[in-house]
């Protein structure tokens, strides 16, 4: 079975976490797209891992992990990502497959990213500034360098000279400093170096798994209102998040998907700016002071509100989503009364849909339907029959109102804390 998980919410929903639990029954762990300004986190006993380029599944042996031609790879990065797993005594070498045709992060990019940000000011984005932005955009305009051009020493020294001479200039008119051609050169092809075992021609490597019947994995980053074409543009990210991006970051034709998954919080976040409609000062407090809903890659405290069936809803169409996995849970079970969002009013107008101009769904006021709390730990409960039955009301509800069916519920970071039903 062919699986695409996708986040339907604005990113961090605990794809990380369910990514890995899906990955005991898969052969391979594709990551399709976005770059290393997602952050997956995975708990496996004591130890927790960040992962940020590298998919889930290589924290599980035998796995074979891929990264698809849709991401943008910061060479940098990856080969600490590498080294850092290794540390912690997971190997790499044999299992983890970078497409050739994947493209480059540069210095370049993460220098105008910032750049951009800043003179926004109040009007900026709000984006890790990584670069991954300015690196799509090079994609787009036909002007990137990829890894197939990195592990070739003549190609990628003349190609990045070109882009230095023309990048620096883009700095020095927003009054940056210029990149030295040799300092980047010589640290990314070190890089290079490192990288060029795990090099190949992906799009051979998984259709061969197919023909062998290969359960295959699709990671996605980020979430469906992140999406580059479906997301709140322009507070989005440069990558399509949904279930279409899996295709094409990989290379494997729609009809060859057997099931999507789609991962949300049993609330809402979201980091950085741009609407979201059920946001919620008491909640974020709450969330914060248990000391969760921080950023994995940047550390910024999450925006949280409460759950948002409208946008589910959307996501839903939007990705095809068979089935639901909803993560923390436990998050919400000191509450005594739950709320979720089940249409908008914007004046005297009632909707059921988001609108896709942001000034509009900036205006949007929830309509509330309230359920009452559980006000008992959950983190503890592994089958779902011991779920508390006000719980279990709770997630069935959501689940109807997102109109995919309820699969997987995650009561804590842990592998063991997961319920299938």
Not at 280 to 297: K, Q, S, W, Y
Not at 331 to 347: N, P, Q, W
């Amino acid at each position: 079975m062919n699986t695409i998980l996708v986040g339907a919410q604005w990113g961090d929903e605990g794809k990380g976490k369910i990514i890995d639990v899906l990955t005991e029954q898969a052969d391979y762990v594709v990551r399709t797209q976005g770059g290393n300004n997602a952050g997956h986190t995975v708990y496996v006993g004591p130890k927790k891992y960040v992962l940020h380029l590298i998919p889930s599944g290589i924290l599980r042996k035998k796995k074979i992990c891929v990264i698809g031609n849709g991401v943008v790879v910061d060479p940098i990065g990856l080969v600490k990502e590498i080294d850092t797993l290794e540390k912690l005594g997971t190997k790499c070498d044999g299992r983890l497959f970078i497409s050739e045709t994947a493209h480059l992060v540069l210095p370049y990019h993460r220098e105008i990213d910032a750049q951009r940000e800043t003179v926004k000011g109040k009007n900026k984005i709000g984006t890790t500034k990584r670069g991954i932005g300015p690196a799509y955009g090079d994609k787009v305009a036909r002007v990137g360098l990829r890894l197939i051009d990195l592990v070739n020493p003549e190609v990628f020294a003349e190609k990045l000279k070109v882009r230095i001479k023309e990048n620096n200039a883009i700095l020095k008119v927003f009054g940056a400093k210029p990149l030295s051609y040799k300092k980047v050169h010589d640290e990314y092809r070190a890089a290079g170096d490192r990288l060029k075992p795990f090099v190949t021609n992906t799009l051979i490597l998984l259709h061969k798994a197919m023909a062998k019947n290969a359960s295959i994995l699709f990671e996605g980053a980020q979430g469906t209102f992140l999406d580059i074409d479906h997301g709140t543009y322009p507070y989005v990210t440069s990558s399509n998040t949904t279930s279409g991006g899996a295709c094409t970051g990989s290379g494997i034709a729609p009809n060859r998907m057997d099931r999507v998954v789609g991962v949300m919080k049993a609330y809402t976040t979201r980091v950085g700016e741009g609407p979201l409609p059920t946001e919620n000062a008491e909640i974020a407090d709450m969330l914060h002071g248990m000391g969760r809903e921080f950023g994995a890659t940047t550390g910024r405290a999450r925006r949280c509100g409460w759950f948002d069936s409208v946008a589910t809803r959307h996501a839903t169409m939007v990705n095809g989503i068979d089935e639901l996995a909803i993560t923390n849970l436990d998050g919400l079970d000191t509450l005594d009364t739950v709320k979720v969002c089940i249409a908008y009013r914007i004046g005297k107008q009632k909707i059921d849909y988001i609108p896709n101009d942001v000034a509009i769904l900036s205006k949007c006021e929830p309509v509330y339907v309230e359920f009452p709390g559980w006000k008992t730990p959950t983190d503890k409960v592994k089958n779902w029959k011991d779920l508390p039955a006000k719980a279990r009301t709770y997630l069935k509800a959501i689940s109807e109102l997102t109109g995919a069916k309820l699969a997987i519920a995650s009561v804590g970071p842990a592998r063991e804390q997961t319920m299938f039903l």
